[in-house]
């Protein structure tokens, strides 16, 4: 379907209803009756009206100076865009009703861009006819460059990545947009380009600059100051169009534009039937200069960056008025779309509007249908020609990109839903500096080694010991005979645990080795001996992160302290062998777990002391030591099966019935269970004098893991049928044994407490 304007402009599409399918949210009814069809009317006509309002003030803004011949063309590309992405997006958003059109930040880069395109031709001696006709192309280049990057962050789903931007770059990036917005505006009143020079300043005072600048900064600040305290997006179209009506009384119904100065310093200049932009016939029959394009590529980059983290901020703050989750990718596909067609045509970049959308809903909207109106609207005033502009004063033009600029530098740098620290607020604030004295380029370069360096120092005051604990509170998973318990916990503080959590590099990897180094100096209890790093929680480090290690391996040598690292990748198990951790002249070592490493640490601090190893007759004086003297501890011993086990043989598996209870004499067996692949695991070591199996034997219940020797072992098994035999014959020596059941398990529920205090 093609709609056929005046002047031969065509205007395509059939891409209609493909716009309007994209997705499968759920969509408000457009239209319903005729109540909500005039409120949709309504407030899409006020939106219209005030949209337009800033379409003149970015044209003014955009084309000054020698291209000042350009507004009328700039205008209609203005209502243009506005016109295409305000019916895409109101039509197809997940945040309906809303609003789209030219975003401010990105229109205060197209008035950077346009004015050093038309510096540099200028200086190259072109007419500003060729200069208008290059920043039109520049906008065209930019739109389109703008709508393929959304399309592709949205089709892509690329969309979340977005969110990561840092907020110093964000808010330098605004505020810089504001600062521009306003002094913009400044030379749309008086036409003096405001600088830091002192001549520029007094020629903003001089007596024919001075009651348009006066007028302008006074309307601009205070419908800001108003604005902060009535919290109405109807304060500025009221204030606008009753300061306009004001102004055109009294110098045009009362004839004082002469005495003031003259119309040229009141209003518009040269400003004529609007004048429509077609990109793909006109561009093909100039001869443009592409390599001025191509010297301004980082302030159309910066366009297209701008667009992009301006609709995130918008949809963010969106979803948070509307309390409705938005789907960002489907909206920068939506917006991306839009883009291309507006290029193609002859539009200016436009996107999802924070400020329309809230306007059109506070002014009664009822469905989606409200911000297509405001978007005909704009093409109905473009379509008929209608030379609006010489009815609006410069000043209030100038006042109003003022009143923008002020609430864009007012949100990147005071208000805001989270507190901000000084050195986010400084960095913001010497990005925008930069892009404000020499161009977004070196603006962004600024940003990203600004907001890189502020993470890092940020991530690497955060630390990277999650938790710190020693064997005399925490021990591996190995049940020991109590002379071996009592020894660890009387030594344990020689074994220091680390366990480290996040992406390790340069700056939380010194932390690292002075930390270490702090607890070894630190400790005059006795000598720290072994330090146990668990990276189970580190996803990577880099490579400066190894040199750090390397100091303190070379530290921990000086004190004859061994480094144990434990689960570590494959990758960074590499680095630290290339790195000559684990060479043989060196005690540092590596294991798989953090138990494993754990329980060589304490073998290591065992094997220093005496310690007798559990035999049969000790077996029966741990007999004694738990149920005393006055039981038949031969008689209990008559009721169980001695039984020797080689390493490997398996004491009974998992899910076999629970018809044993047996007590280790002497050795050590693992209690292993399956996971859901069917890989065995150890969980448990138990050695020395204990009791396994009595969960499931009291229970009835199947074994819950399966038991094996890890060396040659001896245990004494009881049957259940020994075990009601017992009650029956020897009441006294079962209830003995029933008490050593509840010792056994009430001492492992306190060294369950003890691991859980230590780790809270």
Same mark, same amino acid.
């Given at each position: 379907?093609?709609?056929?304007?005046?002047?031969?402009?065509?205007?395509?599409?059939?891409?209609?209803?493909?716009?309007?399918?994209?997705?499968?949210?759920?969509?408000?009814?457009?239209?319903?009756?005729?109540?909500?069809?005039?409120?949709?009317?309504?407030?899409?006509?006020?939106?219209?009206?005030?949209?337009?309002?800033?379409?003149?003030?970015?044209? @003014?803004? *955009?084309?000054?100076?020698?291209? =000042?011949? #350009?507004? &009328?063309?700039?205008? /209609?590309? $203005?209502?243009?865009? !506005? %016109?295409?992405?305000?019916?895409?997006?109101?039509?197809?958003?997940?945040?309906?009703?809303?609003?789209?059109?030219?975003?401010?930040?990105?229109?205060?880069?197209?008035?950077?861009?346009? @004015?050093? *395109?038309?510096?540099?031709?200028? =200086?190259? #001696?072109? &007419?500003?006819?060729? /200069?208008? $006709?290059?920043?039109? !192309? %520049?906008?065209?280049?930019?739109?389109?460059?703008?709508?393929?990057?959304?399309?592709?962050?949205?089709?892509?789903?690329?969309?979340?990545?977005?969110?990561?931007?840092?907020?110093?770059?964000?808010?330098?990036?605004?505020?810089?947009?504001?600062?521009?917005?306003?002094?913009?505006?400044?030379?749309?009143?008086?036409?003096? %380009?405001?600088?830091?020079?002192?001549?520029?300043?007094?020629?903003?005072?001089?007596?024919?600059?001075?009651?348009?600048?006066?007028?302008?900064?006074?309307?601009?600040?205070?419908?800001?100051?108003?604005?902060?305290?009535?919290?109405?997006?109807?304060?500025?179209?009221?204030?606008?169009?009753?300061?306009?009506?004001?102004?055109?009384?009294?110098?045009?119904?009362?004839?004082?534009?002469?005495?003031?100065?003259?119309?040229?310093?009141?209003?518009?200049?040269?400003?004529?039937?609007?004048?429509?932009?077609?990109?793909?016939?006109?561009?093909?029959?100039?001869?443009?200069?592409?390599?001025?394009?191509?010297?301004?590529?980082?302030?159309?980059?910066?366009?297209?960056?701008?667009?992009?983290?301006?609709?995130?901020?918008?949809?963010?703050?969106?979803?948070?008025?509307?309390?409705?989750?938005?789907?960002?990718?489907?909206?920068?596909?939506?917006?991306?779309?839009?883009?291309?067609?507006?290029?193609?045509?002859?539009?200016?970049?436009?996107?999802?509007?924070?400020?329309?959308?809230?306007?059109?809903?506070?002014?009664?909207?009822?469905?989606?249908?409200?911000?297509?109106?405001?978007?005909?609207?704009?093409?109905?005033?473009?379509?008929?020609?209608?030379?609006?502009?010489?009815?609006?004063?410069?000043?209030?033009?100038?006042?109003?990109?003022?009143?923008?600029?002020?609430?864009?530098?007012?949100?990147?740098?005071?208000?805001?839903?989270?507190?901000?620290?000084?050195?986010?607020?400084?960095?913001?604030?010497?990005?925008?500096?930069?892009?404000?004295?020499?161009?977004?380029?070196?603006?962004?370069?600024?940003?990203?080694?600004?907001?890189?360096?502020?993470?890092?120092?940020?991530?690497?005051?955060?630390?990277?010991?999650?938790?710190?604990?020693?064997?005399?509170?925490?021990?591996?998973?190995?049940?020991?005979?109590?002379?071996?318990?009592?020894?660890?916990?009387?030594?344990?503080?020689?074994?220091?645990?680390?366990?480290?959590?996040?992406?390790?590099?340069?700056?939380?990897?010194?932390?690292?080795?002075?930390?270490?180094?702090?607890?070894?100096?630190?400790?005059?209890?006795?000598?720290?001996?072994?330090?146990?790093?668990?990276?189970?929680?580190?996803?990577?480090?880099?490579?400066?992160?190894?040199?750090?290690?390397?100091?303190?391996?070379?530290?921990?040598?000086?004190?004859?302290?061994?480094?144990?690292?434990?689960?570590?990748?494959?990758?960074?198990?590499?680095?630290?062998?290339?790195?000559?951790?684990?060479?043989?002249?060196?005690?540092?070592?590596?294991?798989?777990?953090?138990?494993?490493?754990?329980?060589?640490?304490?073998?290591?601090?065992?094997?220093?002391?005496?310690?007798?190893?559990?035999?049969?007759?000790?077996?029966?004086?741990?007999?004694?030591?738990?149920?005393?003297?006055?039981?038949?501890?031969?008689?209990?011993?008559?009721?169980?099966?001695?039984?020797?086990?080689?390493?490997?043989?398996?004491?009974?598996?998992?899910?076999?019935?629970?018809?044993?209870?047996?007590?280790?004499?002497?050795?050590?067996?693992?209690?292993?269970?399956?996971?859901?692949?069917?890989?065995?695991?150890?969980?448990?070591?138990?050695?020395?004098?204990?009791?396994?199996?009595?969960?499931?034997?009291?229970?009835?219940?199947?074994?819950?893991?399966?038991?094996?020797?890890?060396?040659?072992?001896?245990?004494?098994?009881?049957?259940?049928?020994?075990?009601?035999?017992?009650?029956?014959?020897?009441?006294?020596?079962?209830?003995?044994?029933?008490?050593?059941?509840?010792?056994?398990?009430?001492?492992?529920?306190?060294?369950?407490?003890?691991?859980?205090?230590?780790?809270?």
């Amino acid at each position: 379907m093609f709609i056929e304007f005046r002047n031969g402009w065509t205007f395509s599409l059939f891409l209609f209803d493909t716009l309007v399918s994209l997705g499968k949210t759920e969509r408000q009814p457009i239209g319903g009756n005729a109540a909500s069809l005039l409120r949709d009317v309504l407030a899409g006509s006020i939106a219209a009206l005030v949209t337009i309002a800033y379409c003149i003030s970015f044209s @003014a803004l *955009i084309f000054q100076g020698d291209i =000042a011949g #350009g507004f &009328s063309i700039g205008l /209609a590309a $203005l209502l243009t865009g !506005t %016109a295409v992405t305000g019916v895409i997006v109101s039509l197809t958003t997940t945040l309906a009703p809303a609003d789209a059109g030219p975003d401010t930040p990105a229109v205060a880069v197209i008035s950077v861009l346009a @004015a050093s *395109i038309a510096a540099q031709l200028s =200086a190259q #001696g072109l &007419s500003p006819e060729q /200069a208008i $006709l290059h920043v039109m !192309t %520049a906008v065209s280049v930019a739109t389109l460059l703008t709508g393929l990057l959304l399309l592709g962050l949205g089709t892509f789903k690329l969309g979340v990545w977005l969110r990561f931007v840092p907020y110093p770059v964000i808010g330098g990036f605004l505020a810089a947009s504001g600062w521009l917005l306003i002094t913009g505006g400044i030379e749309v009143m008086t036409g003096v %380009a405001p600088t830091l020079s002192l001549d520029s300043l007094e020629a903003l005072f001089l007596p024919e600059n001075l009651p348009q600048f006066a007028i302008g900064m006074l309307f601009g600040v205070t419908v800001f100051l108003i604005r902060r305290r009535i919290d109405s997006f109807l304060v500025l179209p009221i204030a606008f169009f009753v300061m306009l009506v004001v102004l055109d009384v009294v110098l045009l119904g009362l004839g004082q534009v002469a005495k003031f100065g003259g119309h040229e310093r009141w209003f518009l200049q040269g400003v004529s039937e609007l004048e429509r932009w077609m990109p793909l016939v006109t561009i093909p029959q100039q001869e443009l200069k592409w390599s001025v394009l191509a010297q301004n590529a980082a302030e159309i980059g910066a366009v297209c960056g701008v667009t992009a983290v301006s609709m995130l901020l918008d949809v963010s703050s969106l979803e948070v008025a509307r309390q409705k989750s938005a789907d960002l990718d489907k909206e920068l596909r939506t917006n991306g779309i839009a883009n291309v067609i507006a290029a193609s045509v002859g539009g200016f970049v436009g996107n999802l509007s924070l400020n329309g959308s809230i306007l059109i809903n506070e002014a009664g909207a009822a469905s989606r249908l409200s911000g297509a109106v405001a978007a005909l609207i704009c093409a109905f005033v473009l379509f008929v020609g209608a030379d609006i502009a010489t009815l609006v004063p410069t000043p209030l033009l100038g006042g109003l990109l003022t009143y923008l600029g002020l609430v864009i530098i007012a949100e990147a740098m005071i208000r805001s839903p989270a507190q901000r620290t000084w050195t986010d607020l400084l960095l913001a604030g010497a990005i925008m500096a930069v892009i404000v004295y020499f161009g977004y380029l070196l603006g962004v370069l600024l940003g990203v080694v600004g907001a890189c360096l502020l993470f890092a120092f940020s991530y690497s005051r955060i630390g990277v010991v999650r938790r710190h604990l020693t064997c005399a509170d925490f021990s591996s998973n190995v049940e020991r005979a109590p002379a071996e318990a009592r020894l660890l916990r009387e030594h344990g503080e020689q074994v220091h645990v680390l366990w480290l959590s996040g992406f390790i590099f340069f700056g939380s990897s010194n932390g690292l080795f002075e930390y270490v180094r702090r607890t070894i100096e630190n400790q005059t209890s006795m000598p720290v001996r072994y330090v146990i790093l668990d990276f189970r929680a580190v996803p990577g480090l880099d490579t400066s992160a190894v040199l750090s290690l390397v100091k303190l391996r070379n530290y921990c040598d000086q004190v004859s302290v061994t480094l144990v690292f434990s689960s570590l990748t494959e990758q960074m198990r590499k680095s630290f062998e290339a790195a000559e951790f684990f060479a043989e002249l060196r005690t540092h070592c590596v294991f798989a777990t953090r138990n494993d490493a754990q329980e060589w640490c304490e073998t290591r601090i065992l094997s220093q002391h005496e310690v007798d190893l559990p035999g049969d007759s000790s077996f029966e004086d741990w007999l004694i030591g738990e149920l005393g003297d006055s039981a038949d501890i031969p008689k209990l011993i008559s009721y169980f099966e001695r039984h020797e086990l080689e390493a490997d043989e398996v004491l009974f598996d998992e899910g076999a019935p629970s018809d044993t209870v047996e007590m280790i004499a002497r050795g050590c067996v693992a209690i292993t269970i399956k996971d859901e692949h069917g890989v065995s695991a150890r969980i448990r070591r138990m050695a020395g004098q204990t009791v396994v199996g009595e969960m499931g034997f009291y229970r009835n219940a199947p074994r819950a893991a399966t038991v094996l020797a890890e060396q040659p072992t001896v245990v004494y098994r009881m049957t259940r049928e020994a075990f009601e035999r017992m009650e029956d014959e020897a009441p006294e020596t079962a209830s003995a044994f029933n008490r050593l059941i509840i010792r056994v398990l009430s001492d492992r529920l306190e060294f369950a407490n003890r691991e859980i205090t230590a780790l809270v």
